[in-house]
């Protein structure tokens, strides 16, 4: 089964420093990966994948993902924090193994204050 | 780009009434749709996998006949609440696999906010 973890609830950062939500992943076979946004009452908000190639992925809104095979993990990244950022960030993964399913992580609560 | 719509965006509905959630691709052709879940301040719960013109695949522990899933045309796919209780209020989103893209492609609707009184 794949299962995804955001070990962090909650990450307060400062506006203008930089930023990271974790999240590690397990999946049989090559994972695709993802990260949404999420902001009060709204869906969810695509802000970019992982498939193949490169190991940086940048995204929307100035934030990228670096994938590390060895530690299983897809951290989230922004080099400037905003105090717009602020929202509930969440980290998927599907398996290439069969099946269309994506595994969501439980949520990070990003707070980005002045 | 692609956009799912999801209508109504809220809804209160009195206990034991049903209601009707509508998911729409706008500007793709759907042949996959999926139904999550969202309780407050938790992740995303997969209800349902929607296949155009077939039954849907339920996930372990939901109710198929209290969550009927219509999925009749490449851009719609309906989720009806029957005999709502109030523990059936959530936040429900649909998603949508665009039928001439990448398999991993999926779209987010804005969510349906039901409320069971």
């Known amino acids: ?114 | 780009g692609a956009v799912v719509s999801q209508h109504p965006s809220w809804v209160i509905c009195k206990s034991g009434t049903s209601v009707k959630i509508e998911c729409r691709s706008l500007d793709f052709q759907a042949t996959t749709m999926f139904w999550y879940r969202q309780f407050p301040k938790q992740s995303l719960m997969l209800m349902a996998t929607s296949n155009e013109g077939s039954k849907a695949t339920y996930e372990q522990g939901v109710e198929k006949d209290k969550f009927l899933i219509n999925h009749a045309s490449l851009t719609l796919s309906t989720l009806t609440v029957t005999s709502a209780h109030p523990e059936d209020s959530s936040f429900y989103i649909c998603s949508a696999r665009d039928h001439g893209a990448a398999s991993y492609e999926q779209y987010f609707g804005p969510g349906t906010r039901l409320t069971v009184t």
């Open chain 1, 1 to 114: 089964a794949q299962s995804v973890a955001q070990p962090e609830d909650q990450v307060n950062v400062a506006e203008g420093n930089p930023l990271t939500v974790k999240c590690t992943y397990s999946v049989s076979g090559n994972p695709y990966l993802f990260w949404y946004v999420q902001y009060p009452n709204r869906g969810l908000q695509f802000l970019l994948k992982y498939i193949t190639g490169d190991n940086l992925v940048k995204g929307s809104y100035g934030f990228e993902a670096e994938f590390n095979k060895s530690q299983t993990s897809f951290h989230l990244k922004k080099p400037s924090a905003l105090v717009s950022d602020s929202a509930l960030y969440f980290c998927a993964v599907r398996g290439t193994g069969g099946g269309n399913k994506l595994t969501f992580g439980t949520g990070t609560q990003l707070k980005v204050e002045l």
